[in-house]
């Protein structure tokens, strides 16, 4: 059973900065690109930014600047820096993977940017 938890989301003011970290487990044989998205209240869920395994990255237009993604393939781990936070930011925010050729999704972390 192959599971992402993410963890690290929380509060912050308008100009702060929060760390998502994303753990994969289970029987994993490979992990290709992963990712993060997120869903605002009445919004679809976007992609914020994606990494592929040898380090790749791709990241929305509205993050450039501000947000880092990077993975740790040894501890089957992906991050997302994300400096400068906006109102605009709040979300619950979302892992992605691909393991075993399949795409995996956590339960989401919350983020709150007050202004």
């Known amino acids: 059973q192959v599971q992402l938890v993410e963890s690290g989301g929380g ?4 100009g702060g900065s929060l ?3 994303c753990a994969a487990s289970g029987s994993i044989f490979s ?3 992963m ?3 997120r869903q605002a209240p009445g919004n679809q869920r ?7 395994n040898a380090g790749y990255t791709n990241y929305a237009d509205f993050v450039k600047g501000r947000f880092t993604i ?5 501890k089957n781990m992906v991050y ?3 400096n400068s936070l906006k109102p605009d930011d709040t979300a619950v925010y979302y892992c992605r993977a691909e393991i075993n050729y399949t795409y995996y999704w956590g ?9």
Do not use: F, H
């Not at 509060?11 to 308008?14: D, E, K, R, S, T």
């Not at 976007?46 to 592929?52: K, L, Q």
């Open 11 to 14: 509060l912050v003011q308008a």
């Open 19 to 21: 760390r998502l970290s």
């Open 31 to 33: 992990i290709n690109d």
């Open 35 to 37: 990712g993060w998205y």
């Open 46 to 52: 976007e992609s914020v930014a994606r990494i592929t």
């Open 70 to 74: 990077s993975r740790d393939n040894a």
């Open 80 to 82: 997302l820096q994300m």
């Open 107 to 115: 339960q989401g972390t919350q983020v709150t940017v007050s202004s």
